[in-house]
Nanobody, 115 residues
Framework: QVQLVESGGGLVQAGGSLRLSCAAS????????MSWYRQAPGKQRDMVAS???????NYADSVKGRFTISRDTAKNTVYLQMNSLKPEDTAVYYC?????????WGQGTQVTVSA
């Protein structure tokens, strides 16, 4: 099993920035992918960004050019740098780790962007 703990959420003004962190309980070296998802109340949980084993990244169209996913394998941590935040980015952000047989989820961190 792997446990994931997100941090870095909070309240920010529109146009501001936040960096989310996802700390894993074990090494993330060699995992299939690490991803960030978000879910607003009453809405589906959607993938925001992912980083694959080979380092390739994918982003939802809504965040391209504003968000950047990165990882620090030495620290067992994945980051989501969020710039130019908009009120519509408000959601609970979840870290997900696909380690082959299972996908593990963090508990989420709230991001609120005020107009």
């Amino acid at each position: 099993q792997v446990q994931l703990v997100e941090s870095g959420g909070g309240l920010v003004q529109a146009g501001g920035s936040l960096r989310l962190s996802c700390a894993a309980s074990r090494s993330i070296f060699g995992i299939n992918s690490m991803s960030w998802y978000r879910q607003a109340p009453g809405k589906q949980r959607d993938m925001v960004a992912s980083i694959l084993r080979n380092g390739n990244t994918n982003y939802a169209d809504s965040v391209k050019g504003r968000f950047t996913i990165s990882r620090d394998t030495a620290k067992n941590t994945v980051y989501l740098q969020m710039n130019s935040l908009k009120p519509e980015d408000t959601a609970v952000y979840y870290c997900a780790c696909n380690a082959g047989l299972y996908t593990y989820w963090g508990q989420g961190t709230q991001v609120t962007v005020s107009a």
